[in-house]
């Protein structure tokens, strides 16, 4: 048994033994998992990803004279804020589209220009137009703004993002005859393709999918800078069919995130174009386990072989309801290139950029190595499968037209 206290101690006198979520693998089948526990205090996990549920909020500073945004409109690149908030505070979600584009981005052959690239753009040191209008009050009274406006210029820009790291996810086919532009990109018609959006072995709920040691206030790598777990993600539904290691078979935990967009870098937070569908982010993220005992190193020692995955025909789940499960196929197989479905051959194709997550965690790995990292004890638990917790969809004769 360790504490992450004592890791910690490890960590900043540059004793800490720190490997990622693959180099775990191996270790263990070279050692078995006594010794390894006992060796290894950190385990590294990351993923990049779209992840469309994610957004910042920020702070412009006050003009002269004043402007009151709340309630009223802004735009940053001609992309919608959302500003019901107080005089200066703006929120922009990674999908939010201009409201001068007449949606024509999201039909094939165009490119949307939304959210997610307002955000890329401004880590990546650009500056913006912001116009913005009010409707004046006796301690606010000017009605509208314009200005350029960058990172530097806003007294806080932070990175919220409310459902992120989805442990596990489908495996998006279509039976249909024509295709189809989905969140899981393009499908072609007659099971032509297979698309799917997790680092597998590399994903952090996938090791440690009971919560054992991510929780909330758990420290992070997010988008090149140190965040934080700030709640459980919304649509987070843990009490789904599990393996017997506790590994989900379906779509299950997701994550909030947290952190300063001031300290982050471009090349983790992408913004991106889905053809067909809109915009969205691209994001990094990186978590560490701390290797507390056995039960726990052996969760983080899952190979892709043992993680399975749902085949969902997204020609009949979306837009109607029903979300029928075809089969299972396990992470091996989706990252050899093809997968063998009712007798057919489908080539597969990952929206999640295993080289880019595999990076994270060699760059976690090297910050914890650095001393640069050091672990947070969690102020609070993830709802787990034994919670009662429970994801509750909208459900059918409730919605009208």
Same mark, same amino acid.
């Given at each position: 048994?360790?504490?992450?206290?004592?890791?910690?101690?490890?960590?900043?006198?540059?004793?800490?033994?720190?490997?990622?979520?693959?180099?775990?693998?191996?270790?263990?089948?070279?050692?078995?998992?006594?010794?390894?526990?006992?060796?290894?205090?950190?385990?590294?996990?990351?993923?990049?990803?779209?992840?469309?549920?994610?957004?910042?909020?920020?702070?412009?500073?006050?003009?002269?004279?004043?402007?009151?945004?709340?309630?009223?409109?802004?735009?940053?690149?001609?992309?919608?804020?959302?500003?019901?908030?107080?005089?200066?505070?703006?929120?922009?979600?990674?999908?939010?589209?201009?409201?001068?584009?007449?949606?024509?981005?999201?039909?094939?052959?165009?490119?949307?220009?939304?959210?997610? !690239?307002?955000?890329?753009?401004?880590?990546?040191?650009?500056?913006?137009?912001?116009?913005?209008?009010?409707?004046?009050?006796?301690?606010?009274?000017?009605?509208?703004? !314009?200005?350029?406006?960058?990172?530097?210029?806003?007294?806080?820009?932070?990175?919220?993002?409310?459902?992120?790291?989805?442990?596990?996810?489908?495996?998006?086919?279509?039976?249909?005859?024509?295709?189809?532009?989905?969140?899981?990109?393009?499908?072609?018609?007659?099971?032509?393709?297979?698309?799917?959006?997790?680092?597998?072995?590399?994903?952090?709920?996938?090791?440690?999918?009971?919560?054992?040691?991510?929780?909330?206030?758990?420290?992070?790598?997010?988008?090149?800078?140190?965040?934080?777990?700030?709640?459980?993600?919304?649509? !987070?539904?843990?009490?789904?069919?599990?393996?017997?290691?506790?590994?989900?078979?379906?779509?299950?935990?997701?994550?909030?995130?947290?952190?300063?967009?001031?300290?982050?870098?471009?090349?983790?937070?992408?913004?991106?174009?889905?053809?067909?569908?809109?915009?969205?982010?691209?994001?990094?993220?990186?978590?560490?386990?701390?290797?507390?005992?056995?039960?726990?190193?052996?969760?983080?020692?899952?190979?892709?072989?043992?993680?399975?995955?749902?085949?969902?025909?997204?020609?009949?789940?979306?837009?109607?309801?029903?979300?029928?499960?075809?089969?299972?196929?396990?992470?091996?197989?989706?990252?050899?290139?093809?997968?063998?479905?009712?007798?057919?051959?489908?080539?597969?194709?990952?929206?999640?950029?295993?080289?880019?997550?595999?990076?994270?965690?060699?760059?976690?790995?090297?910050?914890?190595?650095?001393?640069?990292?050091?672990?947070?004890?969690?102020?609070?638990?993830?709802?787990?499968?034994?919670?009662?917790?429970?994801? !509750?969809?909208?459900?059918?004769?409730?919605?009208?037209?």
């Amino acid at each position: 048994m360790k504490t992450i206290q004592e890791i910690n101690e490890k960590i900043r006198s540059g004793k800490a033994v720190t490997l990622t979520a693959e180099e775990i693998v191996q270790a263990v089948k070279k050692d078995g998992i006594k010794k390894t526990a006992r060796r290894v205090d950190v385990v590294t996990t990351a993923t990049f990803g779209p992840m469309c549920s994610s957004g910042i909020y920020f702070n412009i500073g006050h003009a002269t004279p004043r402007i009151k945004l709340g309630g009223g409109k802004a735009t940053l690149n001609d992309v919608p804020c959302y500003a019901g908030f107080a005089a200066i505070d703006l929120q922009l979600g990674a999908n939010a589209l201009p409201d001068s584009d007449p949606r024509n981005s999201i039909y094939p052959g165009k490119f949307a220009y939304g959210g997610g !690239h307002v955000i890329a753009d401004l880590v990546a040191g650009k500056k913006l137009p912001l116009k913005a209008e009010g409707y004046g009050t006796d301690c606010y009274p000017r009605t509208s703004l !314009h200005a350029l406006i960058g990172l530097q210029d806003m007294n806080e820009a932070v990175l919220f993002n409310f459902r992120n790291c989805y442990q596990n996810y489908n495996v998006a086919v279509n039976s249909s005859p024509k295709v189809i532009y989905t969140y899981m990109g393009i499908l072609m018609p007659e099971f032509g393709n297979a698309a799917f959006c997790s680092a597998g072995q590399l994903s952090p709920l996938l090791n440690d999918p009971l919560y054992s040691t991510i929780g909330i206030g758990t420290k992070i790598f997010l988008g090149g800078a140190q965040g934080y777990v700030a709640w459980w993600g919304t649509q !987070h539904n843990p009490g789904v069919a599990r393996t017997e290691k506790g590994v989900p078979k379906v779509p299950a935990g997701t994550l909030a995130l947290i952190g300063n967009l001031k300290e982050m870098e471009s090349r983790w937070l992408v913004g991106t174009s889905m053809t067909g569908y809109g915009a969205t982010l691209s994001v990094g993220v990186g978590i560490p386990i701390p290797i507390l005992n056995e039960d726990i190193l052996a969760q983080t020692a899952i190979e892709d072989r043992e993680i399975s995955a749902p085949i969902v025909d997204y020609a009949h789940a979306y837009p109607e309801t029903k979300n029928e499960v075809l089969g299972y196929v396990n992470y091996a197989q989706l990252k050899s290139g093809t997968i063998e479905w009712n007798g057919k051959k489908i080539p597969t194709g990952s929206l999640s950029s295993i080289r880019k997550a595999r990076e994270i965690a060699h760059e976690l790995k090297n910050w914890v190595e650095q001393k640069k990292f050091v672990l947070s004890e969690p102020v609070g638990t993830i709802p787990s499968a034994d919670s009662g917790y429970r994801f !509750h969809p909208l459900k059918q004769g409730n919605a009208k037209e």
